[in-house]
């Protein structure tokens, strides 16, 4: 398995345990934090999985060349 598959899988566990600790969040405060720190993994995989998506030498091009920004006075001229 490569590390984008470890990934995925890793993100429908937590997925997962996400979903049968909704059911209980409201009635426990252990629950609620640990229901919240899954939440925080959750999101630090998917970015790690966007980081892996992403083609080096494309981001390397990209913080080369300027980017040019829209004025809303831009649209008027």
């Given at each position: 398995?490569?590390?984008?598959?470890?990934?995925?899988?890793?993100?429908?566990?937590?997925?997962?345990?996400?979903?049968?600790?909704?059911?209980?969040?409201?009635?426990?405060?252990?629950?609620?934090?640990?229901?919240?720190?899954?939440?925080?993994?959750?999101?630090?995989?998917k970015?790690?999985?966007?980081?892996?998506?992403?083609?080096?030498?494309?981001?390397?091009?990209?913080?080369?060349?300027?980017?040019q920004?829209k004025?809303?006075?831009?649209?008027?001229?």
């Open positions: 398995m490569d590390n984008k598959q470890l990934l995925k899988k890793r993100i429908e566990q937590i997925e997962l345990q996400i979903k049968r600790l909704s059911q209980s969040t409201s009635s426990n405060e252990v629950s609620e934090s640990l229901h919240n720190s899954l939440i925080l993994q959750k999101a630090i995989l970015k790690d999985l966007e980081n892996l998506n992403k083609n080096p030498l494309v981001e390397k091009i990209k913080k080369i060349m300027p980017h920004e004025l809303i006075c831009d649209y008027f001229n």
